[in-house]
């Protein structure tokens, strides 16, 4: 069992930036394809980044050049980087940990965009 915790969000002002984290327990961390997913009022959840056990990261075209996703497996924690942030991008972010047949979810942090 796996368990996300996501901290940072907020108020933030259009433009603005912010971090958020998300620390996972188990010594299965490292292995994990790790993501973060957000979902707006009224839409479905989807998928803003990712980056696998390499490294290697993917994105959403409309957070591409502004968001940035990293990793530290010494810490079990992953981060979302979030830069010129816009009103669209207000949603609940999640933190998501998948492996070859599981999937883990944090509870969620509220980032909203609005002056």
């Known amino acids: 069992q796996v368990q996300l915790v996501e901290s940072g969000g907020g108020l933030v002002q259009p433009g603005g930036s912010t971090r958020l984290s998300c620390v996972g327990s188990?010594?299965?961390?490292?292995?994990?394809?790790m993501g973060w997913y957000r979902q707006a009022p009224g839409k479905q959840r989807e998928l803003v980044a990712s980056?696998?056990?390499?490294?290697?990261?993917n994105f959403a075209d409309s957070v591409k050049g502004r968001l940035t996703i990293s990793r530290d497996n010494a810490k079990n924690a992953v981060y979302l980087q979030m830069n010129s942030l816009k009103p669209e991008d207000t949603a609940v972010y999640y933190c998501n940990a998948r492996g070859t047949v599981t999937v883990y979810w944090g509870q969620g942090t509220q980032v909203t965009v609005s002056s």
């Open positions: 188990g010594k299965l961390f490292r292995s994990y394809t």
């Open positions: 980056i696998t056990s390499g490294g290697v990261t």
